[in-house]
């Protein structure tokens, strides 16, 4: 269906185009005008897509992958790029604490797969309290030694690039444990490791600012087998796919949020063999960064992960642009503890308006919902 053009394609086949920000500019021009013209039935795309000049013929669909990747309003610009809202299908391994709270409230419909895709093997992973027992560690690094050793390949993940910089994409969560100095960096633990542990390996260094170029010919060696480790920050989240890849030991892992944390060790197992996760945290076992790390290590299903990540940041506000946040708009509510109590309130409520879709018989509760519900709210709910 993809093909048209080529010499044996079906009559009603159509074109796939690609749109991204890098693309050449004549290269660029030619697939905008085949989106605008209505020749490209299928468009894939980057954030690109979201820019002023993308527009399209007649869209229908909108598919949105890595969807906490995209806030409401990113979301949103690709819908109004139809003349009539288009259906709208987003997916993620870890749902954001806003998402979480719409299924609750009924507002997103949701198709749970539950199931591993084909080729993929188990996780293990596993808490290194380095405080504690720093010998864990050492055996970490060793183990990483002997799955390259056994043919298989690694990454290192670390918070920071290096220098003046801030954590690279990473969600930050800083305690009293973390605080008490800088971030892992990859410009610091590269040479170390080379020195040190994992002397004799071939180790890669990636991140953020590395040009495009120099950023691909890493992935590429990776791939290849010219690479053993990869010593990499956020930027491997998503979009990485080496089979071969089986361990991944993330420092500092308490810097990172929950849904990061499960992106992240989705990098490894993606093949036939098993893939293994160690967390590195100095965190206390009381400290709720050890709880979050304990928690993660102890599930591989998103949405329970996601539940957690909503109980730690709260869904912010379902009606504005807040997508997650410390105070819940609920005040007599636990989204979590009560969502069998909010599901019976929306059929109920589904009930009443089908009986009264105006609210003409309970003016007082229609009189409620204008006054908290306003005209921009309400359009905000509908971005999803």
């Known amino acids: 269906m993809g093909r048209a053009g080529e010499l044996d394609a079906a009559d009603e086949a159509t074109a ?14 030619q697939a905008l005008a085949a989106v605008s013209s209505g020749q490209a039935g299928l468009v894939i795309g980057t954030h690109a897509l979201l820019y002023q000049g993308v527009d399209f013929a007649d869209l229908g ?30 997916m993620t391994a870890t749902p ?24 993929r093997s188990p996780i293990a992973t596993h808490v290194v309290p380095v405080t504690e027992k720093p010998a864990f560690l050492d055996r970490g690094w060793r183990r990483l030694r002997e799955e390259v050793e056994a043919g298989h390949q690694a990454y290192v993940v670390c918070p920071r690039i290096g220098g003046d910089d801030t954590p690279e994409d990473a969600e930050d969560f ?11 960096a990859v410009l610091d633990v590269a040479p170390q490791l080379a020195a040190g542990p994992l002397h004799g390996l071939r180790i890669g260094i990636l991140h953020g600012r590395l040009p495009g170029d120099e950023k ?31 361990v991944m030991i993330v420092l500092d892992a308490d810097r990172f949020g929950v849904s990061q944390l499960h992106q992240l060790r989705g990098r490894v197992g993606r093949g036939s063999a098993p893939g293994l996760c160690l967390l590195v945290t100095e965190a206390p ?34 009606l504005g642009s807040a997508q997650s946040g410390t105070r819940s708009h609920l005040r007599l509510l636990s989204l979590l503890k009560d969502k069998d109590v909010i599901a019976d309130a929306r059929r109920e409520a589904e009930a009443l308006l089908a009986r009264d879709p105006e609210l003409a018989g309970h003016p007082a509760l229609a009189a409620a919902i204008a006054a908290m519900v306003t005209e921009d709210r309400a359009e905000f709910l509908e971005k999803g």
């Open 216 to 246: 691909d010919a890493v992935m590429r060696d990776f791939a290849a087998g010219k690479l053993d480790v990869v010593v990499a920050t956020t930027v491997i989240e998503v979009g990485v796919d080496v089979p071969n890849a089986t």
């Open 61 to 90: 669909l909108v598919v949105v992958d890595e969807q906490h990747r995209f806030g409401v309003e990113q979301r949103d610009a690709l819908r109004a790029k139809a003349d009539q809202p288009p259906h709208v299908l987003v």
């Open 285 to 318: 076992p009381a400290a709720p960064a050890r709880d979050r790390l304990d928690a993660v290590a102890s599930t591989l299903d998103g949405f329970e992960l996601a539940e957690l990540d909503l109980e730690l940041r709260r869904e912010g506000d379902v």
């Open 96 to 119: 954001i604490p806003r998402t979480v709270a719409m299924t609750v409230f009924g507002d997103l419909e949701i198709s749970t797969l539950s199931e591993l895709p084909g080729g």
């Open 16 to 29: 796939i185009v690609l749109v991204t920000g890098s693309q050449p500019a004549a290269v660029r021009r």
């Open 174 to 184: 800083v305690d009293e444990t973390s605080a008490r100095r800088p971030p892992i």
